[in-house]
């Protein structure tokens, strides 16, 4: 079984500025909407409340639930622990309400769905965790970037290529985050794991693209750089694509399979491949090749003539 | 012809047979179960395991078996529902002696127990337990650090008869917190003077004279360096006083790691009773052994608010009576070697035993004081969150009663008890003086309880969904390259049953952020396949033969791997080392699956080709 049983020609290049613009459309309408509806962050980020309460016989969660909802609370998420007597609440932070406010408006929620319930401790956890991990996020994914700008520079001898893969690897994340700000899909730790998984991808997709763009080059450094880019694109297309489709079978499982915790996550990896497949065909060989790329700069005639000077 | 060489063969062969064993224990998996630690921490005996048996059994309590491991003894269940009724049985009768806490048992056979074999951890976010993140006070230790420089220059100052007005704290040079001293000088004082006393005092400071309007002064300021080490000392102090705590506490498999400069972050699997667990860790108490002084009066000092010199008002815990305790400490809980919880006749007792230099001065003490009353003072620290103007502001309250007042009979050193506690308070106090104190307060940033039942679901779905997906890739991966596909599909399952076995190994947990890790990983290893299998095609389509088409896929598929393995090895390696929580957690997978996936793909596969096709003459079509 084959994709493309024959060499595919598609002449990706010359509607590159179609897509420059379909691109610089997404990201500003992602950017837009990060900066003023921002994410749906979930409690690992905002902080919040957390209550333990105690139940004289088992606690029907759903009831719970329910009550919190209809006192007023936003989506509260109850869960039981250690037994089935004993559950955990967690609830947005309450702005400028104070413990005993909190406390008086959660304990008469639980005495409507058993008299006997009483709360065991309350705490409002801050919100300095969401800070730090931006931080430290912040700082991994810089230095991530520096790093993978100087390896491709070096690897591939220009920092056209490096620019490219840079664009590419910061359009995809963009793009997801931009995703989850407009659908308002809860944003946790987990979708963060998935994000840094799309990076992954789309980091791949790019180098591989990018070893074929060189290996094309070496062979027909006459040819037009614009060809030679449709060429590799084309030469590794079946490679692509097929890669996508595997790691969408894995996706889509754990979409339909995963149950509602992993649905921020596999959401956000499926976006992510359907982004990085994108990026790495348009943006990030387009913007090299608008940076002037040719043969050149990839092998330098330096080397050669030195080579034929020698006797 | 195709030809690998023989060693590498031997190599693959060795590093799976490897990898099968470290991943068995994961393989077999783990139930519920319950841990059962002497509170004393003295082993647990058979004949204990065979009467917890009997009341479980007299309960109705189903177990599937009961094991003693290091002294500890550990009931595994055949469900959750049945582990929690478990818990609260044996609670109802054992807990008072011993501690119980809810955990999980591998169920590998002995033999493998008995070589040390694990299975892979879970993350707390997959298998539920407590979650704790500490803010470790360390400008505090800088604070503790100067107030006792500035004693030691008082006291040189006035040694030297050197007259000054004042000795402050300051933060010098732009520093947002202190980080130095300053001693204010009247008119006519020698300023070089001071100066050099105040060098000599403390070496570490970087001494200066200042000209002020209000007069001169000498200013010693620590250097950053000196600031950051001090601060690191207190939080590695701290670090080690909650492991041991923790330890103390008999969880299993606890993680309690630094996190940034001046967080920690402690992890117990299993544990669901958080109030008594964060009660204890978090606990700043420690003992001090004082003289009764005698000749005072405390009520009057209680009314009048002043003590008389040399002497310090403290209240009985029981009575709440004021009582006159000398300056002078006799010995402190630092200073203590081991306590021990008992009961006595005379009630919950602790029985502890001095340090040689602490013991010696109790030895002096009791002689010169036979007859005469000696207090033991009981100090707690506790963060406390109060409301100031609408915002929170947590403090420290320090809580020092006075537990027992009992007239000196004897002589004695470096053994004792101490009464004078109920029994609860007295076996808290045993473990936290074990434990060693906290050198700096800490405060509780965030604190997160997973229940079992959501971590169980949590991990049934995740994993059901990862095995479909998997099995997804594999059909499809043999439907579209035939034999070819099957070898990858064997070289995947190798790559699993290695990162698996790296993680066992590592003892790294396994949480949500680490399953995103092993899908992109499987990606990747997926992606090296295709890529030789789809350069394999290419040759072919350009005429060249079966075995020179293979040849050239692996050797041209390669430099496209390596790149793109390593570039994205550097974004695992940096992750690791700069991110913090799930960050670390993706990148711990992505990295070690990274090195797995790339020797399976390229030696794996490549062996197994070669194998299948390598030795025949002529191959008219291969199918790929």
Redesign the interface.
Known sequence: MEFFHKPTSFPFMATRKVWYGLSIVLMVVSIASLATRGLNLAIDFTGGVTVEAAFPQTANTDAVRARLAAAGFRDPQVQNFGSSRDIMIRLPPQGGETSAEISAKVEPALKAVDPGAEIRSLDVVGPQVGGELERSAAWALTFTLLLIFGYIAFRFNTWRLSLGAIVAVIHDPVLVLGVFSIDRTSFDLAVVAAVLAVVGYSLNDTVVVFDRIRERFHVSRRMAPAAVLDQSINQTLSRTIMTKVVTAIVVVALLVFGGPVLRGFSEALLIGIIAGTYSSIYISSAIALDCGLTAEHIFPTVKKTAVDHMP | MLEYARWKYILIAAVLALAVLFALPTVFGEDPAIQMVMRDHTPISVATEHSVEQFLSERSVHYTKTYLDNGRLMIRFPSV?EQ?KG??AVTSKFSDQYLIA?SFAPRVPAALRMLGLKPMPLGLDLR?GLYL?Y?VDVQSAVHQLLEGYSQDVRRALTGANLSFTDVTLVAANDSPQQNGIRVSLPAGTNASAVRDVVAKTVPDFQVSILTLPSGSAVQGVLPPAKVREREDYALEQNLTTLRNRVNELGVAEPIVQRQ?LD?INVQLPGV????EVKDLLGKVATLEFRLVDVNGNPFEAQQTGHAPAGTKLYHMKDTGQPILLKREIIATGDELTTASYATTQQGPTVNVRLDARAGERMLETTRNNLNRPMAVVYIEKRPETK?VD?K?VTQLVTDEKVISDATIRGVFSNTFDITGMNAGEARDLALLLRSGSLAVPLYP??????????GQ??ID??I???V???A??FV??A??YRVFGVVADLVLLANVVLLTALLAMFHSALS??GI??I??T???A??AN??IY?RI??EL?NGVSPQAAIRAGFD?AL??IA??N???L??GV??WV??????R???VV?TLGIATSMFTALMGSRALVTLLYGGRRKIARLPI
């Open positions: 529902a929690l818990r609260d809810l539920g993140l803010q940034g967080r669901q009773n958080s109030a409301e609408g929170k940033v965030e604190e997160q309880v997973v229940g079992p039942s959501l679901d949590n779905k995740g059901d969904a990862l479909i997906g998997m997804g890739v499809f991966m439907i579209y949500l952020p995103a890790g899908i992109l499987v990606g990747m997926v992606d295709v890529l789809e095609r290419e389509r041209k430099s496209a790149d793109s390593i570039t994205a550097f974004a940096v992750l700069l991110g913090t929580g799930p960050i957690g993706f990148a992505l």
